[in-house]
């Protein structure tokens, strides 16, 4: 298996600019997740989907954020306009409910380093 | 969730075993001890988790006390490669309907050759 897929891996972009970035899940996983790590204030999870629907969205910071999910192979999580605070990792993860007795809870990409100037 | 508390950092000779503790004492019944560390600009990676029963895989062996309040990670033969942040992390299983992987400070394990 190919493992969670972001991209791209870094991002380096101007302020006030609209910043997209993507995430494939690993097939057959039916949760995916967007995480957000600064020095300040660790590894922050923004909101997650089950089955392409969005369940809980309290972590995400603002209305310049916002994430989709228009089927189960790819997701999107979008910051306009961005600032240079929003600089961070950003990370998505999945996972497989069924199978979490037996598997990771869950599987993380290798993050998308954000750089707002 | 119950709240974890584990050192700041921690330092290891390469070929020695290193121990990682962790405290949970408001750990619940159904609640499971997982643990995950994040090597340098990589993703989060899951190394092992426990219930009650002591847990053993090709990465690691998990040490949970009898009372549930702490456990032990143990890394046998700690390499280079194994220096990274580690994290424990105490939830219910998705089927008991929680979601979230709650990451603290985590512990900074640097193994000294």
């Known amino acids: 298996d190919a493992g969670v897929i972001q991209s791209p891996r870094h991002e380096v972009t101007e302020m006030g600019q609209e910043v997209t970035l993507r995430c494939k899940p690993i097939?057959?996983?039916?949760?995916l997740f967007w995480y957000r790590q600064t020095m300040m204030r660790g590894l922050e999870l923004l909101i997650y989907?089950?089955?392409?629907?969005?369940?809980?969205d309290s972590g995400m910071p603002e209305d310049r954020f916002s994430a989709k999910m228009p089927n189960a192979s790819f997701s999107t999580l979008k910051i306009q306009p961005s600032e240079p605070r929003d600089s961070a990792v950003y990370f998505c993860?999945?996972?497989?409910?069924?199978?979490?007795?037996?598997?990771?809870?869950?599987?993380f990409g290798d993050g998308t380093r954000l750089s707002i100037l | 969730d119950a709240k974890t508390t584990q050192p700041t950092s921690m330092d290891c000779a390469e070929g020695r075993a290193a121990n990682l503790p962790c405290n949970h004492s408001?750990?619940?019944?159904?609640?499971?001890v997982y643990w995950y560390r994040q090597i340098h600009s990589q993703g989060p990676q899951y190394i092992i988790h426990?219930?009650?029963n002591n847990e053993t895989n090709e990465m690691a062996s998990l040490i949970i006390t009898e009372d549930r309040k702490s456990s032990t990670l143990i890394l046998p033969h700690a390499t280079l490669r194994d220096t990274a942040v580690y994290y424990c992390?105490?939830?219910?299983?998705?089927?008991?309907?929680?979601?979230?992987?709650?990451f603290g400070q985590g512990t900074r394990l640097t193994i000294n050759p």
């Open positions: 097939s057959g996983h039916d949760y």
């Open positions: 989907f089950n089955n392409n629907v969005p369940i809980d």
């Open positions: 408001t750990i619940s019944g159904n609640e499971y």
């Open positions: 426990g219930l009650k």
């Open positions: 992390i105490v939830r219910v299983a998705s089927k008991w309907g929680a979601q979230k992987l709650v």
């Open positions: 993860a999945s996972s497989d409910v069924a199978r979490e007795e037996v598997s990771p809870p869950q599987h």
